[in-house]
């Protein structure tokens, strides 16, 4: 069972690694392409925020390649500087994208309300999940392969889990209210917004080889319990 842990987290390592150079390079194809609006990243966000009747979100550039996101708890969009300055269908893309969760933060989005409720369990199960599964499994000492000690470990992880599958539907929400909305504003023309549609696409599918990952992992987990528990 323990080869099988080892061979699902190389496959998804792999996989991961694999996704994410392919982003990279959309990123780069798509950074060289101006949109024909000519809106650089920070116009295109705070454009997004003011025709959603959002004035208490704040652009800001931050350090970082791909290190965009939106800031729920002091309410920022946090564009990197090649997203913030640029003009072309990626900044564009990235932009929006975050804005859309600045519209679902706004609007109570349900299921980034639940996403945002059980990120403090989150950052406990992150945490401990893996040492006391190890533990229970008997790779260190102090849970000795129990059983028990591998059933509070799988709960924990199961945690973080639910989180990565509540996660998916945020992420291609956000990235749905980002195209809609480029297209209706004429930021990007229709081809333009196909290509803009492929980047936010490869961006998502990080997002789904995690929660691959992760289930895989969990189930993993639960068949070594189940046989340990037999034993």
């Not at 949109?35 to 800001?60: C, P, R």
């Not at 970082?64 to 900044?91: C, M, Q, W």
């Not at 969760?101 to 349900?110: F, K, R």
């Not at 709960?155 to 639910?162: E, G, Q, S």
């Amino acid at each position: 069972m323990t080869i099988g842990i080892i061979f699902i987290s190389v496959i998804f390592m792999v996989i991961g690694m694999a996704v994410q150079f392919r982003l990279k390079s959309k990123f780069k194809e798509y950074s060289a392409m101006d949109t024909s609006s000519h809106f650089s990243g920070q116009e295109v966000a705070q454009k997004m925020l003011k025709d959603n009747g959002i004035y208490d979100v704040q652009v800001i550039s931050v350090e970082g390649s791909l290190s965009d996101h939106y800031n729920p708890i002091n309410k920022t969009v946090n564009l990197s500087r090649e997203v913030f300055d640029g003009r072309s269908i990626a900044a564009a893309a990235v932009a929006a994208h975050e804005c859309g969760h600045a519209v679902q933060h706004a609007t109570a989005y349900s299921m980034l309300m639940l996403r945002s409720k059980i990120v403090p369990a989150v950052q406990v199960s992150s945490t401990l999940s893996q040492w006391i599964i190890m533990a229970g499994i008997g790779f260190i000492g102090f849970g000795g392969g129990n059983p028990t000690v591998l059933l509070i470990g799988i709960i924990l992880f199961a945690v973080t889990t639910f989180f990565s599958i509540v996660t998916l539907p945020v992420e291609f929400d956000a990235s749905a209210r980002a195209l809609t909305w480029l297209g209706t504003a004429n930021i990007t023309s229709a081809a333009e917004k196909e290509k803009a549609k492929d980047a936010l696409k490869w961006a998502a599918l990080t997002y789904v080889v995690a929660a691959l990952a992760s289930i895989a992992m969990l189930v993993q987990y639960i068949l070594i319990y189940q046989s340990r528990s037999r034993d």
